[in-house]
């Protein structure tokens, strides 16, 4: 026993050493006090492998008492390495236009270990080997699967507090996987230590997005006071409500729907298909019928967004062998078709009724924030999907502040740990809008104090 014993350790850390990072440049890992750990954690029965990257926090790593946050962007199809480089992590690139990578004041890991999973399988420099088509219970799974296999190689970080933190589909990605760990735990023996949740613009009910992304529209003079919404409001699936949104998108069409207040970039050869533009937003404002969102690629682009210094960067040989990943991959902010197939069938109705058996369990803190510069998912659709739950509101609407006494934003509480945020002038990706808050909120949280 005391061999077998000897031979795990050995093993375990020799995992751990051949994925430590010893250099992201410009940074060079040696001159700070955290180590970051980038490679492929597998899932055996179906030869997946998903690329993850763990920050350790700049606090005791010995501490079994600092939480370990799992990170999961959205898409579906999008890579958290978003999260890691232009959000979270402690090297960001802090503008859209920054060649470089800059330390980040206020990356996460100043109180709590970051764990980026590029998830569902073929996702940025994850394999997906087997064209699978992923559907919102298969990825729970899976990432319920790459938890355990993380604990298996990193098990001394197995007691500490998990909290599940994302943003946009993670709204479907996170209370999903919660409900996983938590039937995980009424039936094994080794319990996974979760914590609670902190889920930003998070799709969480697809059936009344698309209206609540025309009212928004309305409420912020992005469309004129004549445009009329009316069919829409009565059936949101139909064909007129359809039409509606495209007209709109006419309409908006160089507006950054992520950040309204933000810029737009894109090509004027783009702009001149309008069909093209059509599709394009139709897939990332998810836009559906019957309740199905069907993702197989991400060709035409992000709208408005421009990551070619992560794109580059990423790319870069040199720094995809720093990050110990396949150096013929592609990577993509979300995935392309021509780089691999990817498939995705959403199914929405599921995630609210998950939603409220996580609330009735009444063990797990959830914070719900919003940007409230942000068209895509809009802070009035998630409170629209909190009125459907079954939960009573304990402290009305009131302002919180930040950095020097300046208004955040407005949040609301609820019964069963549950609290909803805004975020002032922030638009989809809070932490890369404001830092401060966004931090500010997040630490707030773990330590579940008041704002």
Same mark, same amino acid.
């Given at each position: 026993?005391?061999?077998?014993? !000897?031979?795990?350790?050995?093993? !375990?850390?020799?995992?751990?050493?051949?994925?430590?990072?010893?250099?992201?440049?410009?940074?060079?890992?040696?001159?700070?006090?955290?180590?970051?750990?980038?490679?492929?954690?597998?899932?055996?029965?179906?030869?997946?492998?998903?690329?993850?990257?763990?920050?350790?926090?700049?606090?005791?790593?010995?501490?079994?008492?600092?939480?370990?946050?799992?990170?999961?962007?959205?898409?579906?199809?999008?890579?958290?390495?978003?999260?890691?480089?232009? #959000?979270?992590?402690?090297?960001?690139?802090?503008?859209?236009?920054?060649?470089?990578?800059?330390?980040? #004041?206020?990356?996460?890991?100043?109180?709590?270990?970051? &764990?980026?999973?590029?998830?569902?399988?073929?996702?940025?420099?994850?394999?997906?080997?087997?064209?699978?088509?992923?559907?919102?219970?298969?990825?729970?799974?899976?990432?319920?699967?790459?938890?355990?296999?993380?604990?298996?190689?990193?098990?001394?970080?197995?007691?500490?507090?998990?909290?599940?933190?994302?943003?946009?589909?993670?709204?479907?990605?996170?209370?999903?996987?919660? #409900?996983?760990?938590?039937?995980?735990?009424?039936?094994?023996?080794?319990?996974?230590?979760?914590?609670?949740?902190?889920?930003?613009?998070?799709?969480?009910?697809?059936?009344?997005?698309?209206?609540?992304?025309?009212?928004?529209?309305?409420?912020?003079?992005?469309?004129?006071?004549?445009?009329?919404?009316?069919?829409?409001?009565?059936?949101?699936?139909?064909?007129?409500?359809?039409?509606?949104?495209?007209?709109?998108?006419?309409?908006?069409? +160089?507006?950054?729907?992520?950040?309204? $207040? @933000?810029?737009?970039?894109?090509?004027?050869?783009?702009?001149?298909?309008?069909?093209?533009?059509?599709?394009?937003?139709?897939?990332?404002?998810?836009?559906?019928?019957?309740?199905?969102?069907?993702?197989?690629?991400?060709?035409?682009?992000?709208?408005?967004?421009?990551?070619?210094?992560?794109?580059?960067?990423?790319?870069?040989?040199? !720094?995809?062998?720093?990050?110990?990943?396949?150096?013929?991959?592609?990577?993509?902010?979300?995935?392309?078709?021509?780089?691999?197939?990817?498939?995705?069938?959403?199914?929405?109705?599921?995630?609210?009724?998950?939603?409220?058996?996580?609330?009735?369990?009444?063990?797990?803190?959830?914070?719900? $924030?919003?940007?409230?510069?942000?068209?895509?998912?809009?802070?009035?659709?998630?409170?629209?999907?909190?009125?459907?739950?079954?939960?009573?509101?304990?402290?009305?609407? +009131?302002?919180?502040?930040?950095?020097?006494?300046?208004?955040?934003?407005?949040?609301? @509480?609820?019964?069963?740990? &549950?609290?909803?945020?805004?975020?002032?002038?922030?638009?989809?990706?809070?932490?890369?809008?404001? +830092?401060?808050?966004?931090?500010?909120?997040?630490?707030?949280?773990?330590?579940?104090?008041?704002?």
């Amino acid at each position: 026993m005391i061999q077998i014993l !000897i031979l795990t350790i050995v093993h !375990i850390n020799g995992l751990q050493m051949e994925d430590k990072v010893s250099y992201l440049p410009p940074f060079n890992m040696s001159d700070q006090n955290f180590s970051i750990f980038s490679g492929y954690l597998s899932i055996t029965n179906n030869n997946q492998s998903f690329h993850y990257v763990f920050v350790q926090s700049q606090l005791n790593n010995l501490d079994i008492n600092v939480p370990l946050v799992l990170w999961l962007n959205g898409g579906p199809g999008c890579s958290s390495m978003i999260g890691f480089l232009q #959000e979270i992590g402690p090297f960001v690139f802090m503008n859209e236009d920054d060649e470089s990578l800059q330390f980040n #004041e206020y990356s996460w890991n100043r109180v709590a270990h970051l &764990l980026f999973l590029e998830s569902p399988s073929g996702v940025g420099f994850s394999h997906n080997p087997l064209n699978i088509t992923f559907n919102d219970q298969q990825t729970a799974d899976d990432n319920l699967k790459i938890i355990q296999e993380f604990y298996s190689s990193y098990p001394e970080y197995q007691k500490n507090p998990l909290w599940l933190a994302g943003e946009s589909y993670g709204g479907a990605y996170i209370p999903l996987l919660a #409900e996983k760990i938590k039937k995980f735990n009424d039936l094994e023996v080794a319990v996974i230590n979760l914590k609670g949740m902190m889920i930003g613009n998070g799709v969480t009910n697809l059936t009344h997005l698309p209206i609540s992304q025309l009212i928004y529209q309305k409420e912020h003079q992005l469309l004129p006071p004549t445009f009329d919404i009316t069919g829409c409001e009565k059936n949101v699936t139909s064909e007129e409500c359809e039409n509606i949104n495209y007209d709109a998108w006419k309409i908006t069409k +160089r507006i950054n729907p992520y950040d309204i $207040y @933000g810029y737009c970039y894109y090509e004027e050869n783009e702009m001149e298909d309008e069909l093209q533009w059509i599709q394009q937003m139709k897939q990332f404002m998810m836009i559906h019928n019957n309740n199905i969102v069907n993702v197989t690629n991400h060709d035409l682009g992000v709208p408005c967004v421009q990551i070619d210094n992560i794109q580059n960067y990423l790319n870069d040989v040199k !720094i995809k062998r720093y990050l110990h990943v396949d150096e013929n991959i592609e990577w993509f902010m979300c995935t392309k078709q021509q780089n691999k197939q990817f498939k995705y069938v959403s199914d929405p109705p599921i995630v609210m009724k998950v939603l409220q058996e996580l609330l009735d369990f009444n063990i797990y803190t959830i914070l719900l $924030y919003n940007g409230d510069a942000d068209s895509v998912v809009p802070w009035i659709d998630t409170l629209r999907s909190l009125q459907k739950l079954n939960v009573s509101i304990t402290e009305e609407w +009131r302002p919180y502040y930040v950095k020097n006494n300046q208004l955040g934003g407005y949040t609301q @509480g609820y019964l069963n740990k &549950l609290r909803f945020v805004t975020v002032r002038g922030a638009g989809h990706m809070v932490p890369q809008n404001d +830092r401060i808050t966004a931090f500010y909120l997040f630490n707030q949280t773990l330590n579940e104090e008041t704002f």
